[in-house]
Each structure stands twice: as C-alpha cells, then as structure tokens.
C-alpha cells in the first residue's frame, strides 16, 4: 500500500528556534494536511493545502506556522519561532480527491521537543 | 458543542470476546463521512474503517465493524474477537463537505482499549 513519510522521526529544539518538518505525501494525492497531537490529547487539525494554496486553516495555525510544497513532492510545515506548547507530534496526511468519502493516509509522525 | 464525543476514556476486553467503542457526532451537514483511527503506543495513526453518511449498509472490514445509526448520530465501532495486538488508542473522527475544499477530519478525544488474556 502506498504510503506518506515523514522526516525527521523525532526532533528536540530550544524555544525560539525554526524548525521544518518534512512530508512526502503518496504522489498521486493533491490534497494535503497538517495535524497536531498534544501528548496525551485528541489529534487537532492544523492547515489544508491545495492548488499551491491554504485551503482552511484553524485557530492554532498562526502567522509562526507556514506550509510550503518546494517542489512538487515535498510538504514542509514550518514554525519560524518555537514555543515549549508546540511540543507535539505533529502528523501529514494526503488524500487523492479531497471528497467526505475519500480516506485521509496518515505519516508516522514527528514528534517535536521544544525545550 | 463537541463535533465528535467519545464517552469511553478506557475500556477492557477479555482476549476473543467483541467489543463496542461509542461514537457520537453532531453535524447539520447531510453528506459527510465517519472513520476510525487505531493508534498503537508507538503513536502511528492507522485507517480502520469508514462510513459515509449516504451508505445503506454498515461498514466491516474484517473483524472491524461500524454499527452506524443515522438517526441516533452514533457510528460506534465493534471489534470482534479481540486479540492482544488490539490494545490501542482509538479515535472517530468525521469529515464534513460544507467546510471547504480539501475537508479536514475532527477527531473525538478517543479511547484506550486494553485487551486481557
């Protein structure tokens, strides 16, 4: 089954630090997400991105999160300066269609470490 | 209101019996989808099963399977014959249409489920 990847598996920066996580999404999908899961909490939806563009973002995407595909394979998720709350796992995901019926594929994650 | 509510914190099952984790939604869209998200301790996220809002038939895959009540907006799901592998933390979630163009999911607060020998 094809699958979305995620690098890097873990990363551990000090607060006030860039970061950028990297996805490969399943290469015939167009619509791509970022999600964020406090430890121990509910998985929270962070930004859309289709068409080169924010689709819907919430509450929590603000002006220190961007997202990018540099190049046609690659999502990035930036945070430009880290806080200690943006300690997290933080999850891309792909659809092909973007339909209520099509199934999101999830990465493996990163897990963030802001100290 | 919560869009995805998830009563059940834990539960335990007895390894080879079946059990139900609850699921209720709210959503004054008519077309959307419900799925369900394992995650093992390792913390991958892993697809289940779906059901769309349209669908007559309840969904199975295996020995998941998804006792949908429209009406009643609950989308619970049903493992039967639990295995050990099965402890995990579960999570609904649903996908609207009326959200935009590229639908996000919202996710409950999920369940643990442990299995015992």
């Known amino acids: 089954e094809p699958e979305v990847t995620q690098t890097p598996s873990h990363q551990v920066t000090q607060m006030g630090q860039e970061v950028i996580l990297r996805c490969v999404p399943i290469?015939?999908?167009?619509?791509f997400y970022w999600y964020r899961q406090i430890l121990g909490q509910k998985v929270e939806f962070l930004v859309s991105?289709?068409?080169?563009?924010?689709?819907?973002k919430s509450e929590i995407f603000d002006d220190q999160f961007s997202v990018e595909r540099p190049d046609g394979s690659n999502f990035t998720l930036k945070i430009r300066s880290t806080k200690l709350e943006d300690s997290a796992m933080y999850f891309c995901?792909?659809?092909?269609?973007?339909?209520?019926?099509?199934?999101?594929?999830f990465g493996p994650g990163t897990r963030l470490t802001v100290l | 209101a919560q869009k995805i509510t998830q009563t059940q914190p834990g539960m335990f099952v007895q390894e080879k019996e079946a059990v139900t984790l609850d699921c209720t939604y709210d959503?004054?869209?008519?077309?959307?989808?419900l799925f369900w998200y394992k995650q093992p301790s390792s913390g991958e996220m892993i697809f289940l099963i779906y059901?769309?809002?349209?669908?007559?038939q309840n969904a199975t895959e295996g020995r998941y399977s998804l006792n949908f009540q429209k009406a009643r907006k609950s989308a619970n799901l049903v493992i039967s014959a639990s295995q050990l592998g099965d402890s995990a933390m579960y999570f609904c979630?649903?996908?609207?249409?009326?959200?935009?163009?590229?639908?996000?999911?919202?996710f409950g607060t999920g369940t643990r489920l442990q299995v015992t020998l």
């Open positions: 995901a792909s659809t092909q269609d973007g339909s209520d019926r099509d199934r999101q594929f």
């Open positions: 290469s015939n999908h167009l619509y």
């Open positions: 991105f289709y068409n080169n563009e924010i689709s819907e």
């Open positions: 959503t004054s869209d008519p077309s959307y989808g």
């Open positions: 059901q769309g809002s349209y669908d007559q």
């Open positions: 979630a649903m996908r609207e249409t009326n959200t935009g163009t590229a639908s996000k999911l919202t």
